[in-house]
Every structure is written in C-alpha cells, then in structure tokens.
C-alpha cells in the first residue's frame, strides 16, 4: 500500500468516525453493516430467503429494462421502475452470478422508486428485480445473453 492510499483511507475512515461519535449518523452506518443481508449468498434461492423475498409475485407494477443481448458483461444496463405504491427497496439479481444479489437500493417515502445502474453478469442469465413495498416483495424478470467477457 502506498502513503497516499494510506492517508486516504485513515482520513475516510477518521471522517466516519467523528461523524458516528458527534451522532450525526449510526456507528452501523457508518460501517456499512445495514443492508448486507443477502450479499454473502452463493446461491439464488440464500439470497431471495435473506431478503425475505422467498414468496414474490410476479407484478405488473414493476418494470426491469436490460438489454436482450450484452455486448460487454462488465457492464450490463438495469433500469428498474416501480409503479408499487409505497415501495421503499429495489433489489437486483443476476441468477448465475457467483454471488447472485447485486445491488439493493433503499427509498425514504415520497421518493420515486427508480434506479439505473450497470452490472457485471458472470455469463449469460435471467436479471431479476425485487421491489418491497408494505412488507411484501414483486418481482419482474428478464433474460440477458452476454458476447464477451464475465465476472466468473
């Protein structure tokens, strides 16, 4: 490691620490622990029982635009929309991945529950979108092929 990749991570690190001492924001935030439930699973079905999402139901609410063939699977564009009302997450999933939750975003109320993002896709696979809205999980899916390149 080098000085300045040192210095910068010790200032980051000081920056969260003092903002989590002053109360400003959770030690838990502060350490990214909240919302990790789920990226650890290898498997699909792990990720969809740590999210609770184990029952979704298809909905037609919720919309997940991805490109029908990726040219390049480093960098594979999700559009997730979710007409749910009082949606409050969007999760997104790449079933083959070797870790299969690839992002999950939170919405505070009154917030339009839409992301953009790219991912990297292992190989070919199914994208599936989750979103929860009053404690309960629709999804929508959709099958991307890649050409070149993955994160497997």
Same mark, same amino acid.
Do not use: H, W
């Given at each position: 490691?080098?000085?300045?990749?040192?210095?910068?991570?010790?200032?980051?690190?000081?920056?969260?620490?003092? #903002? %989590? =001492?002053? +109360?400003?924001?959770?030690? !838990?935030?502060?350490? @990214?622990?909240?919302?990790? &439930?789920?990226?650890? /699973?290898?498997?699909?079905?792990?990720? #969809? %029982? =740590?999210? +609770?999402?184990?029952?979704? !139901?298809?909905?037609? @609410?919720?919309?997940?635009? &991805?490109?029908?063939? /990726?040219?390049?699977?480093?960098?594979?564009?999700?559009?997730?929309?979710?007409?749910?009302?009082?949606?409050?997450?969007?999760?997104?999933?790449? &079933?083959?991945?070797?870790?299969?939750?690839?992002?999950?975003?939170?919405?505070?109320?009154?917030?339009?529950?839409?992301?953009?993002?790219?991912?990297?896709?292992?190989?070919?696979?199914?994208?599936?979108?989750?979103?929860?809205?009053?404690?309960?999980?629709?999804?929508?899916?959709?099958?991307?092929?890649?050409?070149?390149?993955?994160?497997?």
């Amino acid at each position: 490691m080098d000085r300045r990749t040192l210095l910068q991570a010790g200032g980051g690190v000081g920056v969260l620490g003092l #903002l %989590a =001492a002053a +109360g400003v924001i959770s030690p !838990e935030l502060a350490l @990214a622990a909240n919302g990790r &439930a789920g990226f650890d /699973a290898r498997e699909l079905d792990a990720a #969809l %029982a =740590a999210l +609770g999402a184990q029952d979704a !139901e298809a909905g037609a @609410a919720l919309s997940l635009s &991805a490109p029908d063939i /990726a040219e390049v699977a480093s960098a594979v564009s999700i559009e997730v929309v979710s007409r749910v009302p009082g949606t409050d997450r969007i999760a997104i999933l790449v &079933a083959k991945n070797p870790f299969p939750l690839a992002a999950v975003f939170s919405f505070p109320e009154g917030t339009q529950p839409e992301v953009s993002t790219r991912l990297k896709m292992a190989e070919s696979a199914e994208v599936i979108a989750l979103a929860r809205a009053g404690g309960r999980f629709y999804m929508a899916k959709k099958a991307v092929s890649v050409t070149i390149g993955g994160c497997g």
